[in-house]
């Protein structure tokens, strides 16, 4: 054996030493194929025209769509230490791009086709920038500038060669050897046989001998044309068939993005890394070989359970590259070879690790057997729907290197006279999918490199998503029987961020209910106008006539034009004081109590908005009982089911309303009764309710099934209430307008706060309410606040002057609805004083358990934020195990706290299935959840 023969020879076995075991298993398992079959690559003949590979094929139609596009480039940066003789390193360059047909080829059309062009000659220029006489801080970001910008610049692919190097000299003995070289003539495989035979070579030329490299067997060209070929045959129809059934209906991989998707697929990218230590690496190895599995198969498995818990889905979908070299002849091949193999897992049932383990395994294991179709056949055999705002069928990529195998192992290196090289990450400001996860073994450890697509991704998620999978594969270590909802994502410190720190509401409010702190308000302030109504001026239903009193209320009545009747200052209006509400009402709270009504009674309300409407509220709080909204413009089918499903004691409502129900149980008209009822005392009934005891029944909408009836308690009610008033401006304005429906729960917030401050409510009419609103907005009225949703903030935009706001309200209080920057920007123009507020809060709270201040803090993203936690409120964003998930990742809302409801009503299983729920995770009260698929709801 020659000494030639016997160095290849040596090289060989190292690489094979330095192979992954899976990668050993199917090299020894190709090797077996060959000895079986006799054919080999032929070289090509003569002919016209040279047709591109597959892989090729794809990237060229890539480049014709975006011809400035660099995320095909592939960047190199080799560190080189020692005496550099650069006419030497331009030599060997030049003898590698003469050898390997590839590095000379351009690509063009012909008749509508692509093909390849192959140059006589391979014509190189090695440009030097020398940066010694700069300071070693401005030194070493002027080379990063440079291999940026080397890296970002587009190639011309009719153009050869489509390689590019530039040298910078940082010191006598330390340069910088920048290679960049576009994807469609290499690949990861490529850079090491480029680095190997300019080793080789300059070596040689450096001793004054002639480079002896092997001759090859065949040219690039020469696979392309026998890959067309083979196509056809019926091995390739029998692998392609396999993927075909194992990727139908394939699903998207929806990884929780920070940013919108664009209708255009973007290529900007970013890396971030992280090296885990060696002893977690070899704990991971040791793992492996217990489970006999490779290390790439348990670090892909782990891998792919981090994108289950940050996505939800069970079926797992990305890509693998495959070297795709499995015949000798390409072995020692410049060129684009790599394959994508797409692994489809299934992780439903919430499976231990090590059945994911054995799943992914099971996939890999037959993915590999049938690697040799190229990806591009791939995607034509199953023609996915194009969508030009993503890659087809995957999305992310993952892969393991060893860089013992590219760098340290291959002894040819280390025979370069007077010269060492190392390399290093380059970052090229591009990336081709949305996300590819790199682990490299190193000596050091396990590094972690995420390239994202920053189009997509914020460079906190990335860095958040990398901790994540080193807290994930610790747990897997530590105990690899656990299932997918046992393992960890988040660390310590996450972990008690979002149970604890953002959870620390509590707050001391007095333990006195709704209806006992408007009692003492009106001690207070009892000739203070509590209700101001659009009653006309025919007696009404208590008897009083309209009151035309003149009012210390800042409105004129030039100003108000729709709101005629409703101010006071303005004959027609009807005014109630503080006094005068509450004797009212505690004549009827006495009455009902004298009907049997108790604590957890229940009572229906069916009144128009009106007087009669404030003081049968408060009475029903008063009597001790609860009460069930009922609006009049609710369909008479949903009415009915309300009243039969709750069943209420009494219905209080007027004669005409009374024949509009069906009802069968006992009903008290307030106008028709009102005498009888008057006889009652007017002092204060005794209070007989606890923090515990039902203050209201609301129903839901019933758009995900049956309207339940969501019980709230006094408690509750009294914690927002006791928040909301020092929150909101309700001191600092005029009053406080109610133009929503009692049935809608936003309107408590309308309703009873200004009662707390000694603040007048004022009823806008039914009829016309968002006009006489649009009218209040527009008058000199500073009212105190105003709750409204994002549909009202659109129609009053258009109702309103294009113009500065006569009046400015304190604050809007906006919910029931997804809210936008487009919502608030004609607020922010016209009304700059008001504070506009995002109130988030289900049924099953009372009203909002959630806020966020748009006036003072900005947000990146088109929707706004529901901001953090009310008092004595505690939220918690969880996955389908129960286990909070990290920041920006979405989930189910969980909310605990004093706001919470007590439970459904005529329902226990579901509350008792709520209890079990929250108690999973340990959270002390239990919580409601809430789809977030309305609301996309993830910590902000």
């Known amino acids: 054996m020659n000494p030639s023969q016997e160095s290849i020879n040596n090289q060989l076995n190292q690489r094979i030493a330095a192979l992954t075991p899976e990668q050993r298993a199917l090299f020894e398992q190709l090797k077996r194929q060959q000895?079986?079959?006799?054919?080999?690559?032929?070289?090509?003949?003569a002919t016209k025209e040279l047709p591109l590979s597959l892989a090729q094929e794809r990237l060229w139609f890539l480049h014709q769509l975006d011809p400035n596009n660099p995320a095909y480039n592939i960047a190199i940066a080799w560190e080189l230490e020692g005496k550099l003789d650069i006419p030497i390193l331009l030599a060997s360059l030049q003898i590698i791009g003469q050898r390997q047909e590839v590095l000379r080829t351009a690509f063009a059309s012909f008749e509508g086709k692509p093909c390849q062009k192959i140059a006589p000659t391979f014509n190189l220029k090695l440009p030097v920038i020398d940066l010694q006489a700069l300071p070693p801080t401005q030194q070493q970001q002027e080379a990063q500038r440079l291999a940026i910008a080397e890296a970002s610049q587009a190639f011309n692919l009719s153009i050869a060669p489509l390689m590019r190097v530039r040298l910078i000299r940082l010191a006598p003995q330390r340069s910088t050897l920048l290679l960049t070289v576009h994807h469609i003539i290499a690949d990861g495989w490529s850079r090491g046989i480029l680095l190997r035979e300019l080793a080789q070579c300059y070596r040689a030329l450096a001793l004054r001998q002639n480079p002896s490299l092997t001759e090859l067997p065949i040219q690039y060209a020469d696979f392309a044309l026998w890959q067309r070929q083979s196509l056809q045959g019926e091995e390739m129809k029998a692998q392609l068939?396999?993927?075909?059934?194992?990727?139908?209906?394939?699903?998207?991989l929806e990884l929780p993005t920070d940013l919108p998707r664009s209708p255009l697929q973007q290529f900007r990218g970013a890396t971030q890394s992280e090296l885990l230590p060696l002893s977690l690496l070899e704990s991971l190895k040791h793992l492996a070989q217990q489970q006999g599995v490779t290390l790439f198969m348990l670090l892909l498995a782990a891998f792919k359970v981090l994108l289950h818990r940050y996505c939800g889905q069970d079926e797992i979908v990305l890509g693998v590259p495959s070297a795709n070299r499995n015949r000798s002849e390409v072995e020692p091949l410049i060129g684009f070879f790599v394959n994508t193999l797409v692994l489809r897992t299934d992780l439903s049932g919430n499976p231990s690790f090590h059945t994911v383990l054995e799943r992914v395994r099971t996939t890999a294991a037959e993915a590999f057997k049938h690697q040799d179709v190229p990806f591009a056949k791939v995607v034509e055999a199953l023609h996915p729907e194009r969508d030009l705002s993503h890659n087809p069928l995957v999305q992310v990529m993952f892969q393991v290197q060893n860089e013992a195998y590219q760098l340290q192992n291959d002894s040819t290196l280390n025979l370069l006279p007077d010269l060492q090289i190392q390399q290093s990450w380059v970052e090229t400001g591009s990336t081709k999918f949305d996300l590819t996860c790199h682990l490299v073994e190193r000596s050091q450890g396990l590094l972690m490199v995420l390239e994202y697509c920053t189009d997509l991704f914020h460079q906190q998620t990335i860095a958040r998503m990398i901790q994540h999978l080193g807290v994930l594969l610790t747990a897997i270590v530590t105990n690899s029987q656990q299932r997918l909802s046992e393992l960890p994502i988040l660390t310590s410190q996450e972990r008690r961020q979002i149970l604890e720190e953002w959870n620390q509401t509590q707050v001391n409010y007095p333990q006195q209910w709704l209806h006992q702190q408007f009692e003492a308000q009106v001690e207070k302030t009892p000739e203070n106008v509590a209700v101001i109504s659009p009653h006309p001026n025919p007696p009404n239903a208590l008897g009083r006539e309209s009151d035309s009193r003149e009012l210390d209320f800042p409105v004129s009545p030039q100003n108000i034009g729709g709101l005629r009747g409703v101010i006071p200052g303005y004959k027609g209006s009807e005014v109630i004081t503080y006094a005068e509400l509450n004797s009212k009402a505690n004549q009827l709270a006495h009455y009902l109590r004298s009907q049997g009504i108790t604590t957890e009674s229940l009572v229906g309300i069916y009144l128009e908005r009106s007087p009669e409407l404030i003081i049968a509220?408060?009475?029903?709080?008063?009597?001790?009982?609860?009460?069930?909204?009922?609006?009049?413009?609710?369909?008479?089918?949903?009415?009915?089911?309300?009243?039969?499903?709750?069943?209420?004691?009494?219905?209080l409502t007027t004669d005409a309303f009374a024949a509009q129900l069906p009802h069968s149980c006992q009903v008290v008209c307030l106008d028709k009764d009102w005498p009888v009822i008057a006889q009652n005392p007017e002092h204060n009934p005794v209070n007989l309710v606890v923090g515990d005891n039902l203050a209201y029944v609301i129903y839901t909408s019933g758009s995900t099934g049956t309207p339940k009836g969501t019980m709230l308690t006094h408690r509750g009610l009294a914690n927002y209430l006791n928040?909301?008033?020092?929150?909101?401006?309700?001191?600092?304005?005029?009053?406080?307008?109610?133009?929503?429906?009692?049935?809608?729960d936003a309107t408590i917030t309308s309703l009873y706060s200004p009662l707390l401050v000694g603040k007048p409510l004022v009823l806008l009419p039914e009829a016309e309410e968002i006009e006489a609103l649009s009218n209040a907005l527009n008058s000199q009225t500073n009212l105190s606040l105003v709750k409204l949703t994002p549909a009202h903030l659109g129609i009053l935009r258009q109702l309103l002057p294009q113009k500065t706001l006569f009046g400015h309200p304190q604050a809007l209080i906006i919910g029931g609805e997804a809210l936008s920057k487009q919502h608030l920007e004609f607020w922010q123009t016209h009304s700059p004083q008001t504070k506009l507020i995002n109130e988030y809060g289900p049924t099953e709270t009372v009203v909002g358990c959630c806020t966020y201040d748009a006036t003072q803090t900005p947000t990146t993203s088109n929707n706004i934020p529901i901001g953090r936690p009310i008092a004595n409120t505690q939220l918690y964003i969880l996955d389908r195990y129960l286990q909070p998930v990290p920041v920006g990742v979405p989930g189910e809302l969980y909310i605990g706290g004093d706001g919470v409801a007590r439970g459904y009503l005529n329902q226990p299983e579901l509350t008792a299935a709520r209890k079990s729920q929250s108690s999973a995770v340990e959270l002390g009260e239990w919580g409601v959840g809430s789809r977030a698929g309305q609301t996309h709801l993830n910590y902000s």
């Open 723 to 744: 928040w909301a008033i020092r929150a909101y401006p309700l001191t600092a304005g005029t009053g406080v307008p109610v133009q929503s429906s009692i049935s809608f």
């Open 35 to 45: 000895v079986k079959s006799k054919l080999s690559i032929p070289r090509r003949g």
């Open 617 to 651: 509220l408060l009475a029903v709080l008063k009597a001790s009982g609860a009460y069930i909204p009922l609006d009049s413009k609710l369909p008479r089918d949903r009415l009915a089911y309300m009243l039969a499903d709750a069943q209420p004691a009494i219905l």
């Open 241 to 252: 068939a396999y993927w075909q059934k194992q990727l139908a209906d394939l699903p998207m």
